[in-house]
């Protein structure tokens, strides 16, 4: 399991989480088991049948196809919204990362994760530039007083890198809606 796993446990068990991007197949089976009822969000409709197909407990996960710089999730529903490695396009208003903010009920927790820039080199990212997408150190900056930062801090990981890669650490912002 990738290092945010004791960011994920930490804060205890809660009953509503949404995991969109690679978080499907990162934290929701572990949340599943743990008797969360998981709302799981992907853009492509392929990794969402290959985590379907590989969950095994079907009853406490709802599947859904969405483009969140197009729809927003729920306001204030989500006792978790957990973003792991997601490319969020950077956008001049934030709306797409706002409607992830907004979905976090009160009392909730957001957690985001992403590489370490510092790990990558450009033959990493040929023709991307990752700048362009949203680090949990921007989405922290964004923050209001009706937030609270609990985690904002690179990790190392403590499973080996994919193969291909170089990531060896990881950023992570985790912070609690207050109201």
């Not at 945010?4 to 446990?9: E, G, H």
């Amino acid at each position: 399991m990738p290092t945010l796993c004791p960011a994920i446990c930490a804060f205890g068990k809660v009953l509503c989480p949404i995991v969109i991007g690679k978080s499907t197949v990162v934290a929701r089976p572990h949340l599943a088991r743990h008797g969360w009822q998981v709302t799981a969000i992907d853009i492509a409709s392929t990794a969402l049948r290959r985590a379907a197909a590989a969950t095994e407990l079907p009853d406490r996960v709802a599947w859904m196809r969405a483009d969140l710089a197009v729809t927003s999730p729920p306001p204030g529903v989500f006792d978790l919204v957990s973003a792991h490695y997601f490319p969020l396009h950077r956008q001049p208003h934030h709306t797409a990362l706002r409607g992830l903010l907004d979905a976090v009920a009160p009392g909730g927790t957001f957690l985001f994760v992403g590489h370490d820039l510092a790990d990558l080199t450009p033959d990493d990212t040929p023709g991307v530039n990752p700048a362009d997408y949203y680090q949990p150190t921007d989405v922290a900056e964004l923050l209001d007083p009706t937030w609270t930062i609990q985690i904002n801090e690179t990790r190392p990981r403590i499973a080996p890198a994919p193969i291909g890669t170089h990531h060896t650490r990881d950023t992570i912002l985790r912070a609690q809606r207050l109201r």
